[in-house]
Structures are given as structure tokens and as C-alpha cells.
């Protein structure tokens, strides 16, 4: 089983959150690109190599609310909802729109292959690692209403549970994360995986978020405004960005004056 956090968090492994697995393209960014045996970027500790079409946060959103339905049970059975309940928990539009939108998010998360390894702390120089897809396989009945009220079946992979170890997930704020864009949505969950978050570059977010603008100029205005929204939120105490060093500096909630690590 998965662990029973509760019902205002979602978990998350840690080495997804730490890197592009789920890029910061908004879901009406532009068709999505198709990925073959594709290395993702990710801390140093961290390798993914990922097959399927480009995921978004959007589909983390899913992702982490299947995971949330079926933290109660045993993985390896099957997580039942209706598209209405799904739509309702992302806070998605209730519209024809939000419905084809949930199906593709479930689509695109069937159809991955990912090899996943990190550095076990355990082990002196060994890993541990995961393969398989998100989402195993699903069923569906659509009622006489339609897809609002499509009856789903998910079948989560029982060995994804090896990314859930008491020191490799963490617990996201739920609905501070609705509020939130997507780029700002990816640095919500990365630093929740940091108690005291350490200083980096923006040419590593750019590179760590799968960012799609061209001019790292382009990409530290977004950068920006999305810590911005996480002081604003109340997540963050404070964020900027070093104009000497280009490096994002941030303190969390509760963690002003504490000491940081800087890296290159």
C-alpha cells in the first residue's frame, strides 16, 4: 500500500518533483511532443528515461489524484471514480472541454514507459529504480449522461510503491497547488522536497523545469512571477533572483535565517 497521508496533501516521489518529467508547458501550449528513450533532466542522483507522449502538469494533477484514491488500498487493485468526481477534486470547468481534457490526461498517463533510478542512501553506491508505466491499465462505462458521469477503472503498478519510502516522497499542499500556474505549480513541488532550499542558476530551473522558451531572458521573467505566486500564497517567505550571480535564492515558510548550500 501506499502511505495514508492526508486528505488535504497528495504524494509526490521525490525524483519526480526534481525533475522535467512533468515539464511547465501550460496544457494549451501547443501539441505535445513524442519521446522516445528520452533521458529527462533531474538532480544529480536522479535518472529517468521516459517513452510517451510529453506530460504536463496537468497530468501530474491526475497522477497525483489517482494516487490519492488509491493510497486506501492495495495497488494492484483497481481505483474507481467518476469523471464528475475527478473534475470536481482538480478543480477543473465542468464543461465538455474538462471531460476530453481528463481523457487524454488519462490516455497520455497509460501510455508511458519510464526507468526511473536514484541513488540509494542505504547502499553504498547502488541504486534502486522503478520501471513500468504510470498508469497500468484502465476500463471505462459511460452512463446515458455521458462522459460527466463516466464510470473509471485505474490500475495502478503494485511496484510503484518502491518510490514511496518514508525519505523519497513528499506531501504537497493540495489546494494551495489549485491555485497555482504551472510553472509555479513545478516549484511548489520541488521545494516542498527541500526544507531549506538551496540557491541555483536559472539556466538549471530552465533546464530542470523542461521549459520550452528559447531566451533564458524569456524564461527568468516567467521564473519570476511564478516564485512571486508562492510569496504571495503564503509558501514562500521570500524569493528572488541574484542579479550578480543569476542564481534564485528563496527561504520557505517558517525557515528564514537558516543556512544555505549553494551549488553551481
Not at 477503472?153 to 523519497?168: Q, R
Not at 536559472?202 to 528559447?214: D, E, I, P
Request: charged letters at 25%; one cysteine or more; hydrophobic letters at 40%.
Amino acid at each position: 500500500m501506499l502511505p495514508l497521508w492526508p486528505n488535504d496533501v497528495r504524494g509526490l516521489p521525490n525524483a519526480m518533483a526534481r525533475s522535467a518529467l512533468f515539464n511547465v508547458a501550460g496544457h494549451r501550449a501547443g501539441k505535445r511532443e513524442l519521446l522516445k528513450q528520452r533521458p529527462i533532466e533531474a538532480l544529480s542522483g536522479i535518472a529517468i528515461t521516459y517513452t510517451g507522449e510529453e506530460l504536463r502538469q496537468d497530468d501530474e494533477d491526475v497522477f497525483l489524484q489517482l494516487l490519492h484514491i488509491g493510497r486506501s488500498q492495495d495497488l494492484g487493485t483497481v481505483v474507481r471514480f467518476t469523471g464528475y468526481a475527478m473534475i470536481k477534486d482538480l478543480g477543473w470547468d465542468n464543461s465538455s472541454k474538462g471531460y476530453t481534457r481528463l481523457i487524454e490526461c488519462i490516455s497520455r498517463l497509460k501510455a508511458t514507459s519510464l526507468e526511473l533510478q536514484v541513488d540509494d542512501p542505504l547502499t553504498e553506491n547502488g541504486v534502486m529504480g522503478y520501471g513500468g508505466s504510470l498508469i497500468d491499465k484502465f476500463t471505462f462505462r459511460d452512463l446515458k449522461t455521458g462522459t460527466s458521469m463516466r464510470e473509471w477503472e485505474i490500475l495502478l503498478d503494485a511496484k510503484i510503491v518502491a518510490l514511496f519510502t518514508p525519505t523519497s516522497y513528499t506531501r504537497l499542499d493540495w489546494t494551495t497547488r489549485l491555485r497555482l500556474k504551472p510553472m509555479a505549480k513545478w516549484l511548489h513541488s520541488f521545494y516542498h522536497t527541500h526544507q531549506q532550499p538551496f540557491p541555483m542558476k536559472v539556466a538549471t530551473f530552465h533546464s530542470l523545469m523542461g521549459s520550452k522558451a528559447k531566451q533564458l531572458r524569456q524564461f527568468r521573467a516567467s521564473l519570476k512571477d511564478s516564485l512571486q505566486e508562492l510569496v504571495d500564497c503564503g509558501f514562500l517567505d521570500s524569493a528572488k533572483v541574484d542579479q550578480r550571480t543569476d542564481m534564485v535564492v528563496v527561504e520557505r515558510k517558517g525557515q528564514a535565517g537558516a543556512r544555505l548550500n549553494w551549488i553551481q
